[in-house]
């Protein structure tokens, strides 16, 4: 008798282990198809603008999201605002007009002109904390991830690398004249920086996208476009050329150029890559249905690392990656914005 009850202990202890492990699979496959969060942003009298020079939305360090939304009629320079909310209560926590307005994708510092009349500010969005550089006068320019170094493009065509915050030149880098021209001008100049400061891309008036290196000097040039940020050794670029017309593309050193995910007919054209160029996602036609997933992507090999459902019949108006890809942002049209989490690369 005594043996009878042991086995049936020992068979009820196996099987409430499996059913304990059964019901965790269960629970991480049903938590693996919810959002980590859900913000609401209101809308009544504001409604998201998705901007070439200031993405709709963006992680602003690791606490928090920022929305670009306008307010009103009139000047869209009047009425454009980037919105701080927590990532934990989903409410707004600072607001920031996007006149000049250059985010840190590594921090949640960010270049800005919070005074019309004013200089340009460096700004960290968590505390609120300002300080003016009047010496920052050209652009483009952006923050350099060491947190030391702003960049900056001149009339001259001469890329400045000058220091923080009191504007000792460290570093000029002048650009070669490029092998063709553009009629188009560049109605959002931009400088990129890899996320180890060492390369970085330019997107000037009239002139094709060229980067560099910073320790050799080489320059490089990239077609015509939008530079987006550096994917491990390539340059991710959305093409305005003809023969592939708004794609991104990878430019490498060589010249090389590669399709990174073909735009499918009737899906909807987000793209975003994080900043330390370890993924990048989009959005996809799901497999044998009319559905749309955002697709998650290691940015060296391309393979598929998540996929995540879309909410069916409202449009998504943008999508964005932290720093390092574990977390998506998704925000739709009335407002909803999805926070995902990811396994961490």
Not at 32 to 57: I, M, Q, Y
Not at 127 to 143: C, D, F
Not at 294 to 321: M, Y
């Amino acid at each position: 008798m005594r043996r009878r009850r042991t086995v049936l202990v020992a068979f009820l202890v196996l099987l409430v282990v499996e059913l304990g492990g059964a019901i965790a699979a269960g629970f991480s496959a049903w938590r693996a198809r919810r959002p980590w969060r859900v913000l609401h942003a209101s809308l009544a009298e504001k409604h998201f603008v998705g901007l070439d020079d200031t993405p709709l939305v963006n992680f602003v360090g690791s606490d928090a999201l920022g929305l670009v939304v306008t307010r009103g009629g009139g000047s869209r320079l009047r009425n454009e605002f980037l919105e701080i909310r927590s990532l934990e209560t989903g409410t707004v926590e600072r607001v920031v007009p996007t006149t000049g307005l250059v985010l840190d994708p590594f921090s949640s510092r960010a270049l800005a002109r919070l005074n019309p009349d004013g200089p340009v500010e460096l700004v960290d969005l968590a505390v609120g904390t300002r300080t003016p550089l009047p010496w920052l006068v050209e652009a483009p320019y952006a923050l350099a991830p060491d947190g030391t170094t702003v960049a900056l493009v001149t009339s001259a065509l001469v890329l400045e690398l000058r220091s923080l915050p009191d504007g000792t030149l460290v570093r000029t880098l002048p650009i070669p004249a490029p092998s063709h021209y553009t009629t188009q001008a560049a109605y959002f100049p931009r400088v990129v920086f890899s996320a180890r400061s060492e390369r970085l891309a330019v997107l000037a008036s009239r002139l094709p996208i060229v980067f560099c290196d910073r320790a050799s000097e080489a320059w490089y040039e990239a077609g015509f476009g939008t530079p987006v940020g550096f994917a491990q050794s390539r340059l991710v670029v959305l093409s305005s050329e003809l023969r592939d017309p708004d794609n991104p593309i990878a430019v490498g050193p060589s010249g090389s150029r590669h399709t990174i995910t073909p735009w499918e007919e009737h899906a909807t054209e987000h793209f975003t890559l994080s900043a330390s160029g370890e993924r990048f996602a989009n959005i996809r036609r799901s497999p044998g249905t009319k559905a749309e997933e955002v697709v998650v992507h290691d940015s060296e090999t391309e393979t598929i690392l998540r996929r995540i459902p879309i909410r069916p019949r409202i449009d998504v108006q943008g999508i964005a990656l932290s720093t390092r890809g574990e977390r998506l942002a998704v925000a739709y049209v009335d407002g909803l914005v999805e926070i995902w989490e990811l396994k961490a690369p």
